[in-house]
T-cell receptor, first 117, second 113 residues
Framework: KQEVTQIPAALSVPEGENLVLNCSFT??????LQWFRQDPGKGLTSLLL?????REQTSGRLNASLDKSSGRSTLYIAASQPGDSATYLC????????????????FGKGTKLSVIP | KAGVTQTPRYLIKTRGQQVTLSCSPI?????VSWYQQTPGQGLQFLFE???????NKGNFPGRFSGRQFSNSRSEMNVSTLELGDSALYLC????????????FGPGTRLTVT
């Protein structure tokens, strides 16, 4: 059974600081890993998806890495801004899936990020 | 391309009632998954539909059910509502997408009183 853990649960940083959010998963036989952002009371916005064959993926100030052998992924945010304040969730597919597109995601509890102006 | 839409966005129901939530996936997507999000349990998988067939179901009681129509739109139903069913219900659409990437809607906030 896939389990996903995110550390820390909350993080407060001053504006401009670079930061790293951590995600660990128990079943390393994953096809991909996805990072999401959630603003209070809102849905999930997909930030980055890393395929198992990749080691990292970048989008703007965000960089996500994946190390399947150690069961870890990190999300690096450069030059943080107050608009980055949100909860960041990582999600890995569960161990079982059948057929194209048929799988469920197991989510971590998230890291609540506050960027102080 | 329009994103995933969910209706209604907010609902208030009374214990014992039933509720139906709707999800329209991104045009061309054929897979729709539903998740429940609560402060205590986080995001939990409810079920997944693909081509009108339920392919996966999470660990929820039979009061939670769903279906998918031929146009890939999906509905989920919760019967005999309990206070603990208060949550944000999110649906995600997928496939064919790059690497099965999941795209989420804004959610339906259900409050049971």
């Amino acid at each position: 059974k896939q389990e996903v853990t995110q550390i820390p649960a909350a993080l407060s940083v001053p504006e401009g600081e670079n930061l790293v959010l951590n995600c660990s998963f128990t079943d390393s036989a994953i096809y991909n890993l996805q990072w999401f952002r959630q603003d209070p009371g809102k849905g999930l916005t997909s930030l980055l998806l890393i395929q198992s064959s990749q080691r990292e993926q970048t989008s703007g100030r965000l960089n996500a890495s994946l190390d399947k052998s150690s069961g870890r992924s990190t999300l690096y945010i450069a030059a943080s801004q107050p608009g980055d304040s949100a909860t960041y969730l990582c999600a890995a597919p569960t161990s079982e899936y059948s057929g194209a597109g048929s799988y469920q995601l197991t989510f971590g509890k998230g890291t609540k990020l506050s960027v102080i102006p | 391309k329009a994103g995933v839409t969910q209706t209604p966005r907010y609902l208030i129901k009374t214990r014992g009632q039933q509720v139906t939530l709707s999800c329209s996936p991104i045009s061309g997507h054929r897979s729709v998954s539903w998740y429940q999000q609560t402060p205590g349990q986080g995001l939990q998988f409810l079920f997944e539909y693909f081509s009108e067939t339920q392919r996966n179901k999470g660990n929820f009681p039979g009061r939670f059910s769903g279906r998918q129509f031929s146009n890939s739109r999906s509905e989920m139903n919760v019967s005999t509502l309990e206070l603990g069913d208060s949550a944000l219900y999110l649906c995600a659409s997928s496939w064919p997408t790059d690497s099965y990437e999941q795209y989420f809607g804004p959610g339906t906030r259900l409050t049971v009183t």
